[in-house]
Every structure is written in structure tokens, then in C-alpha cells.
């Protein structure tokens, strides 16, 4: 696996999703995982976010065989600088961030309900603005 810290990569998709093993999150997942490559082929690399413990989305990551780091985020630290929280039910909504290697969010998506959505969206943007492999 290419590393982002190391410069391999010229974006981060990073995509919050409210809560580990539930159904729609699974679904979600699931289906980034089985498009992963696609990501990567746009020479991006995909995170995930959920508040839940690190311990809950370690074993999330592995039961699901995921190819990409998840960041469980129990401080609520980092959902909160991007502005994701739900005001009452202090869990994640469902929304996807294409940043690019300056840190500097190009695309935002929302979709609640239509979990697949995300894919296609971060797909096509990253189709439509190219960027150079960095090695």
C-alpha cells in the first residue's frame, strides 16, 4: 500500500460514516472497499471516520477486509473541525471530503440515504481533475 504521508498520494478521500457494523455503514464500506482500486488509480488514498472506539473499527476494518485505514475518532476532534456531527445525536453524518496534497478540500458530498452515491461522486471528480502521479 502506497503512503499519503510519504507524498505517494496527491489526494485524501475521507468519508464519515456514523457507525461501525451497521447495516447501511457496512454497506457503505463494502462498497469503497470493492472500489478501493479504483481510488487509488486516480492516485488518491481513502480514509474513513466514525466516532466509534478504535478498538470497534480495527475490528470492523479486519472482519471487513479492508485495504484502507479507518480512524476512529471518540474525541470527536476531527468530526468536528469538518463540521460533521449531527447537533442532536452527536453521531457522524454520512459525508465524503476529496482534499487535496496542500490540504485544501476540493469537493464535499452529502448523502445520507443514498450510501452508494458517495463512490460516484468521489469517482467522477477525481475523473474530471486529474493529477499527477507524485513519486
Known sequence: MRDFVSGAYSRVVLFFFPRAFSVACTLEVRHFRDHYEQIVAQNAELIGVSLDRVERNCRFADEEKLQFR???????QLSEAYGVVWPILRIDRRATFIIDAEGIIEDVFHHEVQIYKHLDD??????????????
Open 70 to 76: 479507518l480512524i476512529g475518532d471518540e474525541s470527536r
Open 122 to 135: 468521489v469517482l467522477a471528480k477525481l475523473k474530471s481533475t486529474p493529477t499527477p502521479v507524485a513519486g
